[in-house]
């Protein structure tokens, strides 16, 4: 049941108070299946967000942040100073401890539009606060629901944004309605406009849970193991649920869970794409959530990060059949010492290819620091090999770096829909991550050119298997090579990307906006979990894409206050209020539907 609960104007004083002199609000509400309202409310910026193509001579197009309210859970004890006492004095670092609401932030991605860059509307969700905004889906088409992933609680928001810079609330699951699974990470949408989500932690309640599908897990509880795919109607609404886990669990060496399992289980799918014209979809088993986001308290076992990728068959869509589990193999820098670093370990990213004679995807592995590679997703047991590792793009993305992959924590990894590039966000490796005297590595954005790689199929020769392929790119003449890179944060540590999104839009010659196959943008955020102890600086850039697969940070893309280049989230104000710093996790390229075609 939908209601406009609220339109009226907001007003008030601070920094930036006068650019906010003008904010008109709107509130889309929703039932949800707890008999509660949820709502968003829209905080539209006067003429900013009014501007028309008759004002700008040019259509718009959006570019959405799913950002949360920074508070003090953010704070990490060693930025707590001189307690006890009052939190007024005792922070080094947060500027508004209060809980705040969360948002979808618009920021008009329009180039050459006088407010590009701005920030015209901050849509705020309630009345859950403290969500910790994690992911949408992977790329936006016309018509889709925006699919965005309530971290810590549990919920999964589907917003309608048919008429940005405005959006409606289309529905919310909660954590009821998802008994099966906790800790939503990401999306995939299909073409008839439902999506598979990963749940990444356990059914709700610890112990034996069974599935409507007649499966049963037994789990650790929430935000442990094992974990589930959700699929979801165009409104939020729960399809089925499919616990990730196999009957008789996974390789107990490889996999641990705390507390401990009787069957052990990497099941913690995390990543997901899906090939609908080859019937797969495929998911990344990253870690078991709850033991990596605790402060002071740190996960005790490298073996809580996955080494594993699923591939499932969706010939019903309403029922996903798990056909394997495949390990990511460790290369030529495995340390027995050390394996958290290990090239299979941590697999929380994966993408798919796009053309039809391609059936191949990647995996991307955090702490690993690696990419992997498959020619079939199709096969009844895929093997994955290692065929890039993030040293050898360390130097072309800071001539300041070494070639040591391990520990680079890369995230987003994406192919072109041309499948001629591998796109890869790198937040870098932090100082001391590998030892005392560890410098730590400056992070970035690199662009691999994989045709070679494609154009082999399952004849492909690339293998990083010596530790100079490791610091150099692979021997074999099918290995991906880099095409392009840029540094964000040049010369600080752990400053760079976490996530990313391609500009899938061009403005066509009859004024509309039409998909495009050769992205020229792609937006990176740099932030995490701060939990997690990998905040980052909280700036959104963006980056322009050559057809050469060249890339460079666009420094025309600046905060409208401060006039730095990137959109610095670290403000003390907002359109929905002086809320101070915000926390940027995912973002992604959106036009109305009016100015699409």
Wanted: aromatic fraction near 8%.
């Amino acid at each position: 049941m939908a209601g406009i609960l609220a339109v009226g104007a907001l007003t008030y004083t601070g920094e930036n108070s006068a650019a906010y002199a003008d904010v008109q609000t709107t509130t889309d509400s929703k039932v949800a299946a707890d008999g509660k309202s949820y709502w968003v409310t829209n905080h539209l910026v006067g003429d900013a967000a009014n501007r028309t193509a008759a004002a700008e001579g040019k259509r718009k197009e959006w570019l959405l942040v799913w950002a949360g309210d920074e508070n003090i859970a953010d704070t990490l004890v060693k930025d707590l100073k001189n307690l006890p006492g009052s939190l007024t004095g005792g922070l080094s670092k947060i500027t508004n401890a209060l809980p705040g609401p969360d948002f979808l932030a618009v920021i008009d991605a329009t180039e050459g539009s006088p407010t590009y860059g701005h920030v015209v509307n901050t849509a705020t969700v309630g009345p859950l606060v403290e969500n910790e905004p994690h992911h949408m889906q992977y790329v936006w088409h016309k018509g889709d629901t925006i699919y965005a992933g309530a971290l810590f609680a549990a919920a999964t928001y589907a917003f309608d944004v048919s008429a940005l810079p405005e959006l409606k609330l289309k529905g919310v699951s909660l954590p009821t309605n998802t008994l099966g699974g906790s800790v939503p990470d990401a999306y995939w949408t299909l073409k008839d406009g439902t999506a598979y989500g990963t749940y990444m932690g356990g059914p709700v309640a610890p112990g034996p849970y069974v599935y409507a599908n007649g499966q049963t897990a037994i789990s650790n509880g929430f935000a442990g193991s094992p974990g589930a795919v959700i699929r979801f109607d165009q409104t939020g609404k729960v399809l089925s649920q499919t616990s990730a886990a196999t009957p008789q669990g996974d390789d107990p060496k490889l996999c641990a869970n705390l507390p401990q399992l009787g069957a052990p289980t990497c099941a913690n799918p995390h990543g997901i794409q899906a090939r609908e014209d080859l019937n797969t979809l495929v998911t990344s088993d990253y870690a078991e959530p709850r033991n990596i986001i605790l402060d002071p308290v740190k996960q005790p076992s490298p073996y809580l990060r996955r080494p594993t990728v699923r591939t499932w068959d969706i010939s019903d869509r309403n029922n996903p059949k798990l056909r394997a589990v495949s390990y990511l193999q460790d290369g030529p820098r495995a340390n027995a010492a050390d394996p958290l670093h290990n090239e299979s370990r941590a697999v929380m990213e994966t993408t798919v290819t796009n053309l039809p004679g391609h059936k191949g995807a990647f995996a991307q592995t955090m702490q690993g620091g690696a990419v992997h590679y498959t020619p079939d997703i199709t096969a009844a047991e895929p093997h994955w090999y290692e065929v890039f590792d993030d040293g050898a793009a360390a130097q072309d993305i800071y001539a300041g770096n070494d070639s040591n992959g391990a520990g680079s924590n890369g995230g987003w990894i994406q192919t072109s829909p041309d499948d001629k590039y591998l796109y890869r966000a790198i937040t870098g490796r932090g100082k001391g991550a590998l030892g005392p005297n560890d410098p730590g590595s400056t992070g970035g954005v690199y662009v691999l050119d994989i045709q070679k790689l494609l154009a082999a199929g399952t004849d492909f020769k690339c293998r990083i298997d010596t530790l100079a392929e490791a610091q150099n790119g692979g021997a074999e003449e099918d290995c991906p090579t880099v095409a392009g890179a840029a540094p964000i944060n040049p010369g600080q540590p752990a400053a760079g990307p976490h996530w990313g999104a391609y500009d899938n839009f061009a403005l066509g010659e009859d004024g509309y906006y039409h998909e495009t196959t050769t992205p020229q943008r792609i937006a990176v955020s740099n932030y995490f979990v701060a939990r997690s102890g990998l905040d980052g600086d909280h700036k959104v850039n963006m980056l322009k894409l050559g057809a050469d697969g060249k890339v460079s940070v666009d420094t025309t893309f600046k905060d409208e206050f401060s006039g730095q280049v990137g959109i610095n989230f670290n403000r003390q104000s907002w359109p929905h209020g002086p809320f101070g710093n915000a926390k940027p996790h995912s973002e992604i390229f959106v036009v109305a539907d009016a100015d699409l075609k």
